[in-house]
């Protein structure tokens, strides 16, 4: 059995089909000078024919998934224009000798080579979008087309990696699932497998290839990560039988799509999904949850050399407003830092980047740039149910500071005549100790709440959540970690407000009816998994999930926790 990262659910059983990715380079190398021109005006063809074919490839995307994932190639289509990218290629040809194609292979090389050794995952996976464009390129100046070519029968597709457009290429009557052995669950590649409902695992590692021959059958389950190469008989059978047992869940969680999350006995609550990139709104809505928890706006500042005007920013958050009509959208204001660097504010490198300077403590350190964010997500807000949230609130002054911005951006726009939301809801992320705690006070002055518990237990347990040698010791069920996020529910309904909670736990349904319970109003986790959590919703009472959330504060122990709450689940 190998494994890998779950990025789309689903199990696929078929023989294998793997992609070839050699990236063709002519054979020459270093030119002379007199050869200069002639290979700059090969690379200009070269850009222009790519342009051509992408674009193509964006219609067809476009009249097949939506506008949203059609971006994706726009995004790829941007690169072609940016200077410090085919600009430093042409350069390279002039300064160094180069030939065109290894000027591309080289300029790529290097982009891919700094996406990679950064620390942030989504980051990371921006090297496939390079990738893409830089393979392109040299094909169409070698002149050598794809070699990869299909069988008219079932097969699951491997690969070291697939790119955006080799994925949105695939025959989806016949391919059955993808695995590589690299990327991750928020490459483009990947949101693109569980638009188009591909079962997909990325990230496998060398062995994916090493065990595979051709036609090797393969059992791919696209929930766990797991692989199985060449299956006995009886795996293939417990495997067939799961898929069976998928599908009929699959059926029920349809069946209760457009219903209410609601208990047996009336209580109601509302669930949300995640949301990284805007290229995920389409997908998300007709995935039937009633909105957005989370959208994580710095995604729009990453991936480039320079920051979004405010237009950009009001173009992309309009986009999403615009998808979800009057289902609330929660925007997170720029959280950046810690493990997520923007190379266009030329931040410090810090000890403990997580404790440094980051999220809010950034914005309210540079007005200029917060204001310019607020005033495009209020624009915005005239085009749907935008709500605004502060991440890394840990003092009242924070809170204050930046609603006072915000206010400073409301009266610009009145001044300018620009319609927006004028009784728009702002919320706080509850992701620090501190705020937890101090939940009465920040009650007074914001409209909900949103708790994010990757960070709150990172911070209250003295915990890396990347550091493999203490995993152990990382657990949302820590009785510490639950008796905080009970007092912030707490707090906010005292007050009059709502809390909802955004990180990895919302999505477990082990975790279901204690969050229920203890009186969270809203969900919001990967779409993949809420109906799960909705058929856990709906499947109990409010009084029995408070019965569970009394007797899980009582005990002392992460393992008594979770001893309790799987025995409960099962």
């Known amino acids: 059995m190998l494994k890998g990262i779950p990025v789309s659910a689903g199990i696929a059983i078929a023989p294998i089909v793997q992609l070839s990715q050699d990236q063709p380079l002519a054979h020459e190398t ?40 059609a971006a ?3 995004a790829h289509l941007a690169f072609l224009d940016d200077p410090a990218f085919t ?14 194609s290894a000027a591309v292979s080289q300029i790529a090389d290097q982009f891919i080579s700094l996406f990679e050794s950064m620390d942030d995952a989504y980051m990371r996976e921006r090297a496939d979008d390079i990738r893409d464009v830089s393979r392109r390129l040299i094909r169409n100046l070698s002149g050598e087309e794809s070699s990869v070519s299909f069988p008219e029968e079932p097969f699951i597709l491997i690969a070291v990696d697939v790119t955006p457009s080799e994925t949105l290429q695939l025959p989806l009557s016949h391919v059955r699932g993808i695995a590589t052995v690299k990327g991750g669950s928020t490459s483009h590649a990947a949101i693109l497998a569980r638009s188009l409902g591909i079962p997909a695992v990325m990230g496998v590692g060398e062995s994916l290839m090493a065990q595979m021959d051709a036609e090797t059958l393969l059992i791919l389950d696209g929930s766990t990560g797991q692989l199985y190469p060449a299956p006995d008989e009886e795996t293939r059978k417990r495997y067939e039988a799961k898929a069976q047992q998928e599908a009929t869940q699959r059926e029920a969680y349809a069946a209760i799509k457009d219903l209410p999350a609601k208990t047996l006995d009336g209580h109601r609550v509302h669930l949300m999904a995640n ?17 957005i928890g989370l959208f994580r706006s710095e995604f729009l500042f990453m991936d480039r050399s320079t920051l979004p005007d405010e237009e950009e920013q009001f173009q992309a958050y309009k986009r999403v407003a615009l998808a979800f009509g009057d289902k609330p959208v929660i925007i997170r204001t720029l959280d950046v830092g810690g493990d997520k660097h923007l190379p266009a504010l ?28 607020l005033r495009a997500l209020l624009r915005a807000s005239a085009f749907g149910r935008l709500l605004i949230m502060f991440p890394m609130i840990s003092h009242l002054e924070q809170l204050r500071a930046a609603k006072s911005i915000l206010e400073q951006a409301k009266s610009q726009l009145s001044e300018e005549g620009i319609a927006f939301d004028e009784d728009i809801s702002v919320g706080m992320m509850m992701e620090i100790p501190a705020a937890c705690l101090q939940a009465d006070a920040f009650a007074k002055e914001v409209q909900f709440f949103s708790i994010g518990t990757n960070d709150l237990v990172q911070y209250t347990l003295a915990v890396d959540r990347m550091n493999a040698n203490i995993a152990d010791l990382y657990s949302y069920y820590h009785p510490a970690v639950l008796r905080l996020i009970s007092q912030v529910i707490e707090a906010s309904h005292r007050a009059g407000i709502w809390t909802g909670l955004c990180g990895e736990m919302a999505g477990d349904p082990v975790a279901t009816e204690l969050l229920l319970g203890l009186g969270l109003d809203e969900f919001s986790g990967a779409a993949s998994v809420m109906p799960k959590v909705k058929q856990r919703i709906r499947s109990t009472t409010m009084e029995q999930a408070k019965r569970t959330a009394n007797h899980v504060l009582t005990l002392s122990t992460t393992e008594d926790v979770v001893a309790f709450l799987n025995n409960k689940a099962e």
């Open 30 to 69: 270093a030119i002379s000078s007199a050869e200069v021109s002639s290979h700059q005006s090969r690379l200009a063809q070269s850009i222009e024919l790519s342009r051509q074919q992408l674009e193509q490839l964006r219609v067809q995307t476009e009249e097949q998934l939506g506008a949203e994932k």
């Open 72 to 74: 994706i190639l726009s």
């Open 87 to 100: 600009g430093e290629m042409n350069s390279a040809i002039e300064s160094q000798l180069l030939s065109a």
């Open 275 to 291: 949301m990284a990139v805007p290229e995920e709104a389409d997908a998300l809505v007709a995935s039937g949850v009633e909105g």
């Open 346 to 373: 030329a931040l410090e490198q810090e000890e403990n980047p997580f404790l440094g300077f980051r999220a809010i403590r950034i914005s309210l350190a540079r007005p200029e740039l917060f204001q310019v964010q």
